[in-house]
């Protein structure tokens, strides 16, 4: 498996990807110089083509760099604070909100509604963002029709869904296992966004697939040593799975929250896409609370606040700080969509993994095995194949 995923870097990646010409063979005049030349050239072609498809990712990162900082220079001051305090936004408020789920469940928290309900109970934070706009821009509330609101009812219970998966996951996995699991969701963005959307697959989305599935595959073979003390091999095994569904739902949800830009409302700007965020938002709160109602959830609050290690002030501001830092996530990523471009936010992502990772190992004591270490390298990897594709792909001719 290990010489499977190194061939596959070193060799089959970067040809395609970066589409290295063939290595040329030097012209001699003489025929004496080639016999002396053959094992020499029969050696430097992979020499060569390794260097080079090395020089060439190095100068595709390097001239995407450039250009966001020159249109980042162009652009007037307010556009500069926004789009810092929305990518500090998604470097720091994603990682928070999740590592905040796992002190929950590590300081003596045990329901699974209640860390749910908490991730969506922020929504009103970006009504606040929501409302200003409209008098500042001057527009009125796009109209509510019955389709429309069918579609936020719907991806407001997958979201609901969503949510209570990924809670499974924190549950039973270590924060950093987590967060690398979860980098899968743009594996199923891509193959959602192909079917449901029609958006096309190139050949930087097939390797970004194959490369973050394997290191998905890497965390696998080293389930026995990841894992708090407690954590029978059922519950692990129960924490992969759901993290892994919950990935695709995301990736299912993120397809339809498209297809309901392109059919629906016909048109996607800032504030339709807040006014999107706060109607799924709110929807999965309804349902996420209807679930905690019926589970007795707000009664076991007051049990899990009382044995909380930390005490019942912390409890409280733990389920605060979670709401509030996954919404104030979603606004970053939303601002860095509509200031930047995608493959902006590709970057940040790929950057929130390690980051995650890092401060679950510093903060919760997360094993961190060379197994994981190889996993964190390939899904960095499988972002940068997919960045860097999608970026000479956007490029006008």
Not at 124 to 134: E, G, K, Q, R, S
Not at 140 to 151: G, R, V, Y
Not at 227 to 247: A, C, H, N
Not at 333 to 346: D, E, H, M
Request: with cysteine; proline share 5%.
């Amino acid at each position: 498996m290990f010489l499977f995923i190194i061939y596959y870097l070193l060799f089959i990646l970067p040809f395609p990807l970066l589409h290295i010409p063939p290595p040329q063979v030097p012209h001699t005049t003489s025929m004496d110089n080639k016999e002396e030349d053959a094992p020499h050239n029969q050696i430097q072609p992979q020499d060569s083509s390794a260097a080079s498809a090395a020089s060439s990712l190095c100068e595709k990162i390097t001239e995407l760099t450039s250009s966001v900082l020159e249109t980042f220079r162009r652009k007037p001051v307010s556009y500069r604070i926004l789009l810092v305090l929305s990518s500090a936004a998604m470097l720091t408020a994603f990682p928070a909100s999740s590592l905040l789920s796992r002190l929950y469940y590590s300081d003596g928290g045990q329901s699974k509604w209640i860390i749910s309900w908490a991730a969506v109970a922020g929504w009103p934070l970006t009504a606040l963002f929501l409302i200003p706009a409209y008098f500042a821009n001057r527009i009125s509330p796009t109209p509510l029709s019955l389709k429309l609101l069918a579609w936020y009812i719907l991806l407001g219970f997958l979201s609901a869904a969503d949510n209570l998966m990924f809670a499974w996951a924190y549950a039973y996995l270590p924060a950093s296992t987590a967060s690398l699991l979860a980098a899968s969701s743009l594996v199923f963005s891509s193959l959602f966004g192909y079917f449901i959307v029609k958006n096309r697959i190139n050949l930087a989305s097939v390797n970004a697939i194959v490369i973050i599935t394997a290191g998905v595959v890497v965390i696998a073979l080293d389930a026995r040593s990841d894992r708090y003390e407690g954590i029978t091999d059922k519950q692990y095994t129960l924490g992969f799975v759901w993290d892994i569904l919950g990935s695709a739902l995301h990736g299912l949800i993120f397809a339809l929250s498209e297809l309901v830009f392109i059919k629906v409302l016909g048109r996607r700007s800032f504030h339709v896409v807040l006014e999107q965020q706060v109607m799924v938002s709110f929807a999965a709160f309804a349902f996420t609370t209807l679930g905690l109602v019926v589970q007795k959830g707000f009664a076991e609050m007051r049990s899990e606040a009382e044995r909380f290690a930390r005490g019942g002030s912390s409890y409280a501001q733990v389920l605060f700080w979670a709401a509030v830092t996954f919404q104030l996530g979603v606004l970053g990523g939303t601002g860095v969509l509509f200031l930047a471009s995608t493959v902006f936010a590709g970057v940040l992502n790929a950057v929130r993994v390690p980051l995650t990772s890092i401060a679950a190992v510093v903060l919760f004591q997360d094993p961190m095995s060379g197994f994981k270490i190889l996993s964190l390298v390939i899904t960095v990897w499988g972002f940068g194949s997919y960045i860097v594709g999608h970026s000479s792909a956007n490029k006008p001719s």
